[in-house]
């Protein structure tokens, strides 16, 4: 079967504007975001709020551009199963607030299978891999 380019790169860069956007949402409010790790019960709170950030830009950044796409899908599933594991934990939540705490939870599983996706066949034909794969 032959993958259409346009909706591989598409694909890609609505996997990847989740992760850009969040990656700078949490550098604007780093206080916020380490309190919110913190609240996980996670150490060293701050560090992780500046690289949690930095994942989520440089990371989404080079999935969007197809640049190291396997490795970048695969550290961003990773940090997502466990994100979604510590902080959307529905089955712990009061009954008000475990529905929305569930499709955050299923949303972010769906995120996770795309990027398995990208890290099992690739950022496809119009990407940074393609082309340096090309020039070898």
Do not use: C
């Not at 206080?31 to 950030?53: F, K, N, Q, W």
């Amino acid at each position: 079967m032959k993958t259409s380019t346009p909706v591989v790169v598409i694909a890609r860069l609505l996997l990847a504007a989740m992760f850009i956007l969040a990656g700078i949402s949490k550098f604007g409010n780093l206080e916020g975001t380490a309190g919110y790790i913190a609240s996980g019960g996670l150490p060293m709170a701050s560090v992780l709020a500046v690289l949690v950030a930095a994942l989520e830009v440089v990371g989404g950044i080079a999935l969007a551009v197809g640049f190291q796409a396997r490795m970048a899908a695969a550290a961003l599933a990773g940090f997502t199963l466990l994100a979604t594991v510590l902080f959307h934990n529905f089955w712990a939540m009061p009954a008000d607030q475990a529905f929305v705490q569930q499709l955050m939870f299923m949303k972010n599983l769906a995120v996770v299978g795309g990027l398995l996706m990208v890290f099992s066949f690739g950022a496809g034909p119009a990407s940074v891999d393609s082309r340096r794969l090309a020039m070898a």
